[in-house]
């Protein structure tokens, strides 16, 4: 078991690697706890587990759990784009009773760290940050799930993450992946979010960000789209349009 750094409360943090089977069943087990909506989608998590695997050619994949006493409080999913400067983060979740106490905002700065290291790792000097998705408050069916999209923003908000301005569409998943099937996933559909992006402390002095090296970034390299699919054409005018 890879463990590392220390954060609130005496949190661990643990790597989780696809050769540690104990490790990847606690993390699905803790996934499917913070997230059970999105059950289904516990195969891209042990994928992930693998760092390289196959099916995301131009990510570099994290998987972390984190451990208080000896409960697993918190899980991390996110990945370092070999092909850019930032990373993705897929997800962060944290069981109730340790939320709103620190835990994510570390977590938050620790997935940043990391991503400073793959990008030096690549050769770069360094990361500017990742992009996330976050649900849109307006698109929200009913007022509980308002209030827990407008929190969720809140949190990226003050872990200094910023909404860029241009319309994205989280697809249902990466395109043509050989440990999950369309049918699998049958009645999820896209859905609208927020890009949201949080800075390393160097992306935070960038004067103007590139938003299509985002776009491509997350598109063409995360979700393997092709960059004549229509999701990335509209985020892609609508850019030109408003320059
Ligand atoms: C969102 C989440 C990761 C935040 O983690 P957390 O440990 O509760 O947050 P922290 O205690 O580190 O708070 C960090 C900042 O966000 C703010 N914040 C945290 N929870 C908040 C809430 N419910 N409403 C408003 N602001 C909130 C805090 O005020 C804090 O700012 P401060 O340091 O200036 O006071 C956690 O609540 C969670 O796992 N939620 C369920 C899963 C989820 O929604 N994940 C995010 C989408 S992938």
């Known amino acids: 078991m890879a463990t590392d750094r220390l954060g609130p409360d ?5 790597t989780v690697s696809s050769r540690d089977s104990d490790l990847v069943e606690a993390a699905c087990v803790l996934f499917a706890e913070v997230f059970p909506e999105d059950r289904r989608y516990i195969p891209y998590l042990r994928a992930c587990t693998h760092g390289r695997h196959p099916s995301h050619p131009r990510t570099l994949d994290h998987v972390w759990l984190f451990q208080r006493a000896d409960e697993w409080v918190g899980v991390a999913i996110f990945s370092h784009i070999l092909t850019r400067s930032f990373g993705h983060g897929a997800y962060v979740g944290i069981v109730p009773h340790a939320q709103g106490r620190g835990l ?6 620790e ?4 991503l400073d290291e793959d990008a030096r790792q690549s050769g770069l000097s360094g990361s500017i940050g990742y992009l996330g998705e976050v649900e849109r408050p307006m698109d929200a069916g009913t007022e509980e799930e308002r209030i827990l999209s407008e929190r969720r923003l809140q949190f ?4 200094g993450g910023v909404i860029l301005p241009v319309p994205f569409i989280e697809p249902v998943m990466i395109e043509s992946v050989d440990y999950l099937t369309p049918r699998e996933l049958e009645g999820e559909s896209p859905r609208p979010m927020h890009l949201v992006f949080v ?5 935070a002095k960038i004067p103007n960000l590139d938003l299509v090296d985002f776009i491509h970034g997350i598109y063409l390299d995360v979700y393997r789209l092709s960059a004549q699919h229509e999701y990335v054409r ?3 005018s609508y850019l030109l349009e408003t320059k």
Not at 104 to 109: A, D, F, N, Q, Y
């Open 104 to 109: 994510g905002k570390w977590i938050l700065s």
């Open 156 to 159: 990226h908000r003050q872990c």
């Open 234 to 236: 509209r985020s892609l």
């Open 199 to 203: 800075p390393t402390e160097r992306g």
């Open 10 to 14: 005496g949190t661990r943090r643990v």
């Open 111 to 114: 997935m940043l760290g990391q």
